[in-house]
């Protein structure tokens, strides 16, 4: 999370701060798979690290899994990362469905940049306030704030680039090695890992619509300032909900650029999944 942050660019979410609310509203899938993961005999806890697949952010799901239910660990991360690769085929369908022609074309306008200082302040802001509100966030929030405090204060270039490339990838590396060790076939290859998987595409599919649908709605309040297909990039891939939501964009109308519109609701959702992810492990630990 350390690197993740230091990998994160805020910009376009301070930029736009409306648009955290459409990255909020793409946990919507985490709630509708845990209801179904209950429905299908998984136990509560099992049912909690199932859903926040949903919230498309890999190391978040590992987390939360290893957490709570380490014993479908190895299902959880192939479910999210999985998922995280087809974005650019699942949302499109959830958009299309959702929206008009009318609402893809909206072209919204160029936002303001924020200053260096608003940048600097905003990860300790974001660790005070969701600290004090969640202090089982801390864990994940604080780690993930620090490193973009380091990115953005800029007086440690080196550290800052060693947490984007050498350190990250290490990090992958042994995340994969472990993981992976843990899918033993007794274990992996079962029913329920079907069923995992089928529950990690309806999280997915529901967390797009939710945000789509919040998006129609900023749409109607905002007099058609806001288009609505943002709201799928609330689905925290970074970056890849938010380039599938520029190449859907364009697909209607050639000169419409979405994506710093977009980068808005997609790195809010990775503060949505992180603090979604902490609030279960809060309730249910």
């Known amino acids: 999370f350390l690197c993740l942050g230091a990998l994160t660019d805020f910009s376009p979410l301070l930029e736009r701060p409306i648009t955290f609310l459409l990255g909020a509203a793409a946990q919507f899938g985490v709630l509708v798979a845990i209801f179904l993961a209950l429905t299908l005999g998984f136990n509560i806890k099992e049912a909690a690290a199932i859903g926040i697949i949903g919230g498309a952010d890999g190391p978040t799901a590992i987390f939360i899994a290893q957490k709570m239910a380490p014993q479908i660990l190895g299902a959880i991360a192939v479910s999210a990362y999985s998922y995280m690769s087809l974005v650019p085929i699942i949302l499109p369908p959830v958009i299309r469905c ?4 009318k609402e893809r074309t909206t072209r919204m306008e160029q936002a303001k940049p924020v200053s260096k200082t608003t940048k600097m302040l905003f990860p300790i802001v974001v660790t005070l306030v969701v600290g004090i509100l969640l202090p089982s966030s801390v864990q994940l929030i604080g780690m993930l704030m620090a490193g973009n405090f380091i990115k ?13 490339n050498e350190l990250v990838n290490i990090n992958t590396i042994f995340l994969g090695l472990t993981v992976g060790s843990t899918m033993a076939a007794q274990q992996f290859l079962t029913p329920a890992t079907l ?8 999280a997915f599919a529901f967390s797009a619509a939710g945000g789509v649908a919040l ?24 970056p890849m909900s938010a380039r599938t939501v520029q190449k859907e964009g364009q697909r209607e109308d050639p000169g419409n650029f979405l994506l710093m519109p977009a980068m808005g609701p997609n790195v809010a959702g990775v503060l949505g999944t992180a603090v979604a992810a902490s609030a279960l492990i809060a309730l249910l630990s």
């Open 98 to 101: 959702m929206t008009t022609k």
């Open 152 to 164: 953005e204060c800029g007086l440690v270039e080196r550290l800052s680039n060693t947490l984007q």
């Open 195 to 202: 069923k995992i998987i089928l529950l990690g595409f309806l």
């Open 215 to 238: 998006g129609k709605l900023m749409y109607l309040l905002s007099g058609g300032k806001i288009n609505p297909m943002i709201g799928a990039a609330g689905v925290s891939a970074v």
